[in-house]
């Protein structure tokens, strides 16, 4: 055998070892690839249902926020109205109110100063305490008259006599 013939001897073993790594290299992909299809299958079977309860949901979610762009339209025409009310009503009852009661603070003040004016007034609280009194007083004795003459019709007054 001649270094020639070794040499490509050498050359054709190193090449078969290295087709048989080659071959190893590439069943061993080869599983790998089979492994990820069935993941990419198993994926895709559990992933599209719950793409479509997504997109149901979704939907779902889209028909509650148009109900709810509607009461928010209807709260806000509400409003509007409540708010137009009360403006009517400020305008309609605020004027006459504030009047009355400039009025009735005018008329207060009038008393007041009429009375200030007239006597103390110490003075005037105690002549309405004796009206009061005499008017009290009064009605005592009108009491006591008509009793004293129901009981002289029934025999037992002071003038039985």
Sequence with gaps: MSAGEVAG???AVFWAVLVALLAVVLVRLA???RSA????EQVTERTLPLLDDAAVTLRAAND??????AITADVQDAAANAQALSSTMAATLGGPLVKLSAFSYGV???V???RAAGRPQAAYQQTDRELIQRMVTAEVQRQTVRRNALLRLVGLG???G
């Design 9 to 11: 001897l050498v050359v």
């Design 31 to 33: 599983r790998a690839l």
């Design 37 to 40: 299809t069935v993941l990419v």
């Design 64 to 69: 509650q926020l148009v109900r709810v762009d």
């Design 108 to 110: 207060r003040s009038a």
């Design 112 to 114: 007041a100063k009429q």
């Design 158 to 160: 002071k003038g039985r």
